[in-house]
Structure formats: C-alpha cells, structure tokens
C-alpha cells in the first residue's frame, strides 16, 4: 500500500474508497435479500415440527439415517470423480488452446463454448440418445462386433459421470486457459533453451504457473457439482442418489420440509468444509512454491 | 310497455353476461392428462357455470398445496391430487372438507369416498411388456415377472414403494384381499422389501416419471416395465411393439379437493360437482384411458364397447386387482418409504 505524504491527497483517496464501496450497496442488497435471508429461513425451518414447534428433531433424524451419509459419499463421489476428469482432459485442452495459433484457438474454443450456450436438460436428454442401450454408441459397438452385448452406459454412475464431466469441463477450462495464457512466453524460451524436454517445461514451468487458474477451476466445479440435481435424476435410472435428489425426495414424498432444511445445511458445510480445503491447500503450496526458490 | 320490455331486455342480457363472472383456479398436473381434464371436465362444466375458470399446473400437487396453505398464500381453489396424497392432506389438515350438500356423496362406491378430496377417475399400475423380446409368450402374473430364468430380460420399476409393495406380495402368493391386512404386520411389509431386494439385480432403471416409463418401453430400453395404464396404452396405441394386462393391477384413483382457505371456496365445490357428472367423466376416456370411479359412468353406453377393455375399473377387469388404500398410506407411508429408501441403498 502506499502512504501519500500530502493529507489533502490521503483524504481524497479516502472518499474516493468511501464512493467506490458505496457502489457495491445495490448488489450487497440484493446478495441479502436472495441469499442470506432464505438461508437463515432454511436454517430457522429446520429446527421446526411439522407442527411449527421448535425442535432438535429433524437433526437427530437426518443425521442417524444411513440414508443422509450414503448420499453425502455419493455426492463426494461425483464431484471428486468430475473434478478429476476435468483436470485430466481439461488441463491438456487448456495447453493446446493457449499454445495454438489465434485462428486455430479462436475456433476450438467455439466448440469448447458450444454446449455452454446450450440447456443443461437438452444436453442430458442428447446423452441419453448416445449412450442408452439402442443407442448411437451402443449400436456402433455391436454392430461393428467390439461387444458382444450393448455396454451398460447410462442409468448408472458412469452415465451420471459422463453427464457431469460433459456439462463443468468448458466452466472448469475456461480459468486454467486464462492462466496459461497470462504465462509469459520467454520463460519457455528460456527454460528451452537451458535444454530441457518438453515434459520437463510443462511439469516444472507451465503447470506451477497455472496452479491458480487450476484451483479457482476445480472450486468451481465443486461449487456447480455439489448441488447437481438434473443430470443424477435423468441418467442416473434412481440408483445415483446424491443429497440433492435426497432433499427432493424428502420434499416430494415425506413433505418434510424440516428434514430437507437440515439436508440443505449439511450440503452448506460440506461446501464450506471444502472452501476452506482448498484454502488451506493453496496455501499450503504458496509456501512449498517460496520454500523451493529459497533452497 | 316499452318500459317493461327495455328493463326485461336489459334483465336477460345481464344474466347472460354477467359483470363479474365469478373467477376459480384450478391446479392440475398438466400435460396430455392435464388437457384431458380441461377438454373433458371443467371446460363444459365452466360454460355451463359461466364461470371464468383459470389453470395452474404442478407436476407435484401435494407440495404445491402444502407451500401454498402453510405458507398463507393460497391462489388455487381446486387441485388435482392422487388419492393417497389427498389423504395425506386431510391428515395434515390442509384442505377444506367436501360440501356433500353441493356434491352427491353417493356417486362413488363407498369403498373410494373420501370426506376430502372427490374421486373421478381410476387408473392401474399395471405389468406391461416388449413384444418384441417376448411375443406371444409374455409373463402372465407377478410371480412370473419375478421368475428371471424363464423370463430372462431388463425390468424397470418405479422408484418408489407406493403400489411395489403390494404387487411384490402378490407375486409372493398373497391375495388380492390379504395384500393390505398382511402389509399391516411388521414382518409383512419385511416381506414386501425382500421380494423387492430379489428382483433388484434385474432392475436395470428405476424410474421417477410416468413419462420416463413410456420412454423406457418405447426405446427398448427395458422388457417388462411397470407403469400406468394409461402410458402403457399411449406407447401401444403410437405404434410402439408393446402389451399390457390388468391382471393383477393396483388400481389408484385421482381426486379433486379444495384448499385450506381457498378463496372461491362455494364456487370450488360446485365446479367439481358439475365437472365429475357421469357424461363428463366417461368423455374424459376419450382423451386417457382412465376410467370413472363413478358407476354411473360406464351405464347408458357414454363409454364405447371396444374401450372399455382399456379401463382399470371397467366391470370386465375388476376381480385379481388390488384397489390402493390411501388411508393405509396415510398411516404407513412414510415407514414403507423409508424402508424402500433403505432397501434402495444395500
């Protein structure tokens, strides 16, 4: 931060970050009229009877219920289980894109933002067309005589995944191509120059400078996977039951609306827990990253 | 003279034209169905009224009327509701008792009447099948649907206990008449779920929507599904190479009630009175193939021959079906559910 000498200057630096903050009000607003406000209703609502007596209740009996936890690892499951699969396609797309020609990269990325235009029902209703037992991919498997029998694709974990993985990975890549863009194209020179091989810039030059566009892309396909609702619930065929399709249910077929409050803070924590996670995670390689340059 | 004949002139065009027509909302699940009801149903019976009569539609009616009335906000004055959802409702005290002095509390036998919410039409939970994969040699009860050896093939059930349990004792050996008393034991309704945790392995979809179903059977996707009638008979009738039987079918009803402190409550109960007459309900099987809880409904040929057959409560097909107790879902719901869940979950 710099110290102006002059208190005239310091004043008006002052009003002029008064005025500025004064500027977020509107959106502060709204952030608590549409976000703060139905949460500490959810939050009052879960310590209600149905009866509207307050209660610990609803807490014991969502918390005891083997139901709750085998949907919180199901949800744990897909959003790890996205998370890694974006990482693993999306950060080599990512390279190519930043490292292509601007022709080149501006018309991958047309395909890359395609299916982000596109309806998250329509995309997952198309899947079902590719993947479900009659379908494109299952024809073209048998009929070419790769399987025998059509491959179980969709109505499971895989469909589900596949649904995800489709639907975060241009959200996830978007971040972690701004990064590699931003890197500054002399230190590959450079590092190519001292001889090292290609895998060796990329693991010791491209990827430790992309670590933060990587992070803020894996928390954002945490924050978007951990609430999925749609695409567990189409091909999923009711046997993925994240909490999401657990708060439904408890909704739509106890209308417990106590129950599904308590399902609906645990999924807050569980973001929460994973925030600070990550926090602590970049942190922790802030550190490692200074510690290295010092030795 | 000319006095008498202007204010009488201006008298009949008042009443034909009322200021103020009265105005009544009514929530429906939508869709085909919903159209069904609108086509049918309450526009005649609105016409014949002269009321204004406006539509909501809600693919989850029991949430939908427990928001509105806990909520204090109510807008709709007659909802759409499976029977066991609208015991549900009574129990939970969200809807307004039925004016038996306004509706016949004598057309609908005295098994389906309800205080709460007016039954008008009846559908099956029915086996339905591809006749591709089995042609002319189909499962013919729910003990053969169980049997995987002689009836190899994908099944899809719905995820959800209401009706599975009770065809799941039926194919156990149960009879139609001691499915409810026997679910009422501890052990019965263990006995349900273990039946269902049996054909679990062969379940490849679990589906959620009436919909979903016919989708499932018109792709391919599974061989013997069971869903409504009324969807099984849609896919048939489009062509799709599907069957289905009543034997051995839970058969449902749906209900018309009105909501705690529904703010054209008189006007409410007179519309379902007029939009449940027998010529109503039997034109109502024009458009879906459910059928008329009302008896009187299937006299006087309202309903023709040939459809009668696709009926659930057509008086050919009654006999080896079970008809679904709300109030044992009222009282059992949530337990038989949370033991499905569970079920679900190994």
């Given at each position: 931060?710099?110290?102006?000498?002059?208190?005239?200057?310091?004043?008006?630096?002052?009003?002029?970050?008064?005025?500025?903050?004064?500027?977020s009000l509107p959106a502060l607003f709204i952030v608590g009229l549409a976000a703060i406000l139905p949460?500490?209703?959810?939050?009052?609502?879960?310590?209600?009877?149905?009866?509207?007596?307050?209660?610990?209740?609803?807490?014991?009996?969502?918390?005891?219920?083997?139901?709750?936890?085998?949907?919180?690892?199901?949800?744990?499951?897909?959003?790890?289980?996205?998370?890694?699969?974006?990482?693993?396609?999306?950060?080599?797309?990512?390279?190519?894109?930043?490292?292509?020609?601007?022709?080149?990269?501006?018309?991958?990325?047309?395909?890359?933002?395609?299916?982000?235009?596109?309806?998250?029902?329509?995309?997952?209703?198309?899947?079902?067309?590719?993947?479900?037992?009659?379908?494109?991919?299952?024809?073209?498997?048998?009929?070419?005589?790769?399987?025998?029998?059509?491959?179980?694709?969709?109505?499971?974990?895989?469909?589900?995944?596949?649904?995800?993985?489709?639907?975060?990975?241009?959200?996830?890549?978007?971040?972690?191509?701004?990064?590699?863009?931003?890197?500054?194209?002399?230190?590959?020179?450079?590092?190519?120059?001292?001889?090292?091989?290609?895998?060796?810039?990329?693991?010791?030059?491209?990827?430790?400078?992309?670590?933060?566009?990587?992070?803020?892309?894996?928390?954002?396909?945490?924050?978007?996977?951990?609430?999925?609702?749609?695409?567990?619930?189409?091909?999923?065929?009711?046997?993925?039951?994240?909490?999401?399709?657990?708060?439904?249910?408890?909704?739509?077929?106890?209308?417990?609306?106590?129950?599904?409050?308590?399902?609906?803070?645990?999924?807050?924590?569980?973001?929460?827990?994973?925030?600070?996670?990550?926090?602590?995670?970049?942190?922790?390689?802030?550190?490692?990253?200074?510690?290295?340059?010092?030795? | 003279?000319?006095?008498?004949?202007?204010?009488?002139?201006?008298?009949?065009?008042?009443?034909?034209?009322?200021?103020?027509?009265?105005?009544?909302?009514?929530?429906?699940?939508?869709?085909?169905?919903?159209?069904?009801?609108?086509?049918?149903?309450?526009?005649?019976?609105?016409?014949?009224?002269?009321?204004?009569?406006?539509?909501?539609?809600?693919?989850?009616?029991?949430?939908?009327?427990?928001?509105?009335?806990?909520?204090?906000?109510?807008?709709?004055?007659?909802?759409?509701?499976?029977?066991?959802?609208?015991?549900?409702?009574?129990?939970?005290?969200?809807?307004?008792?039925?004016?038996?002095?306004?509706?016949?509390?004598?057309?609908?036998?005295?098994?389906?009447?309800?205080?709460?919410?007016?039954?008008?039409?009846?559908?099956?939970?029915?086996?339905?099948?591809?006749?591709?994969?089995?042609?002319?040699?189909?499962?013919?009860?729910?003990?053969?649907?169980?049997?995987?050896?002689k009836f190899p093939g994908r099944r899809a059930l719905r995820a959800n206990a209401q009706d599975l349990?009770?065809?799941?004792?039926?194919?156990?050996?149960?009879?139609?008449?001691?499915?409810?008393?026997?679910?009422?034991?501890?052990?019965?309704?263990?006995?349900?779920?273990?039946?269902?945790?049996?054909?679990?392995?062969?379940?490849?979809?679990?589906?959620?929507?009436?919909?979903?179903?016919?989708?499932?059977?018109?792709?391919?996707?599974?061989?013997?599904?069971?869903?409504?009638?009324?969807?099984?008979?849609?896919?048939?009738?489009?062509?799709?190479?599907?069957?289905?039987?009543?034997?051995?079918?839970?058969?449902?009803?749906?209900?018309?009630?009105?909501?705690?402190?529904?703010?054209?409550?008189?006007?409410?109960?007179?519309?379902?009175?007029?939009?449940?007459?027998?010529?109503?309900?039997?034109?109502?099987?024009?458009?879906?193939?459910?059928?008329?809880?009302?008896?009187?409904?299937?006299?006087?040929?309202?309903?023709?021959?040939?459809?009668?057959?696709?009926?659930?409560?057509?008086?050919?097909?009654?006999?080896?079906?079970?008809?679904?107790?709300?109030?044992?879902?009222?009282?059992?719901?949530?337990?038989?559910?949370?033991?499905?869940?569970?079920?679900?979950?190994?």
């Open positions: 931060m710099t110290v102006l000498a002059d208190p005239a200057l310091a004043a008006d630096a002052r009003r002029e970050r008064r005025f500025f903050l004064s500027l949460i500490l209703w959810i939050i009052r609502q879960s310590f209600l009877t149905t009866g509207g007596e307050y209660t610990v209740g609803n807490y014991e009996k969502v918390l005891s219920s083997g139901l709750t936890w085998s949907a919180l690892v199901t949800t744990v499951e897909l959003s790890f289980g996205t998370l890694a699969f974006c990482i693993l396609l999306g950060t080599p797309l990512a390279l190519a894109l930043a490292s292509a020609r601007p022709r080149v990269a501006n018309l991958l990325m047309a395909f890359v933002m395609l299916p982000l235009w596109t309806s998250i029902l329509v995309r997952t209703y198309g899947w079902l067309v590719l993947l479900r037992r009659e379908g494109l991919i299952n024809a073209a498997l048998t009929g070419s005589g790769l399987t025998a029998e059509p491959l179980p694709l969709v109505y499971n974990f895989t469909g589900t995944l596949i649904g995800m993985v489709h639907y975060m990975l241009p959200l996830f890549l978007l971040p972690v191509y701004a990064a590699m863009r931003d890197i500054d194209a002399n230190l590959v020179r450079a590092s190519a120059s001292m001889g090292a091989t290609l895998g060796q810039t990329i693991r010791t030059v491209i990827l430790p400078l992309s670590t933060g566009g990587i992070f803020s892309g894996s928390l954002i396909v945490f924050i978007y996977t951990i609430g999925f609702f749609i695409t567990p619930a189409v091909l999923g065929g009711g046997k993925v039951n994240p909490l999401s399709i657990r708060i439904e249910r408890t909704l739509s077929t106890f209308q417990d609306w106590g129950s599904a409050s308590v399902l609906g803070i645990l999924l807050l924590v569980l973001m929460a827990l994973i925030g600070v996670m990550f926090l602590a995670a970049r942190r922790l390689m802030a550190r490692n990253k200074f510690g290295t340059a010092h030795a | 003279m000319s006095w008498l004949r202007i204010s009488l002139t201006a008298f009949a065009i008042s009443a034909a034209l009322p200021v103020h027509a009265q105005t009544v909302t009514i929530t429906t699940a939508g869709g085909d169905y919903g159209n069904a009801i609108k086509e049918a149903m309450w526009g005649p019976a609105a016409k014949e009224l002269g009321y204004d009569v406006r539509e909501e539609t809600q693919s989850d009616g029991l949430a939908a009327l427990k928001m509105q009335v806990t909520a204090g906000a109510v807008t709709t004055d007659i909802i759409h509701l499976g029977s066991p959802e609208g015991a549900q409702a009574a129990a939970q005290s969200l809807l307004e008792p039925l004016d038996y002095k306004i509706i016949d509390p004598n057309s609908v036998p005295a098994g389906a009447k309800s205080d709460y919410c007016y039954p008008f039409d009846s559908y099956g939970t029915v086996m339905s099948w591809s006749t591709k994969t089995y042609g002319q040699n189909p499962p013919k009860t729910w003990a053969e649907f169980w049997d995987v050896a349990i009770e065809i799941a004792l039926l194919s156990d050996g149960v009879a139609p008449a001691d499915v409810y008393p026997t679910l009422s034991t501890p052990e019965g309704l263990t006995r349900a779920i273990k039946r269902l945790e049996a054909i679990k392995p062969n379940v490849s979809v679990w589906w959620t929507s009436g919909a979903q179903s016919a989708q499932l059977l018109k792709d391919g996707e599974a061989d013997l599904v069971v869903t409504w009638n009324g969807r099984a008979q849609t896919v048939k009738a489009d062509g799709g190479t599907v069957d289905y039987t009543f034997k051995g079918s839970v058969i449902g009803t749906d209900c018309l009630a009105v909501p705690k402190g529904a703010p054209n409550k008189e006007a409410a109960m007179k519309l379902i009175a007029a939009m449940t007459q027998p010529a109503r309900v039997a034109k109502l099987t024009d458009f879906i193939a459910y059928g008329p809880v009302n008896p009187a409904g299937y006299e006087g040929g309202l309903i023709p021959e040939d459809r009668l057959k696709t009926l659930a409560t057509a008086p050919e097909n009654a006999g080896t079906s079970v008809f679904s107790n709300a109030d044992w879902w009222v009282k059992n719901g949530e337990a038989a559910q949370k033991a499905f869940d569970e079920m679900m979950n190994r």
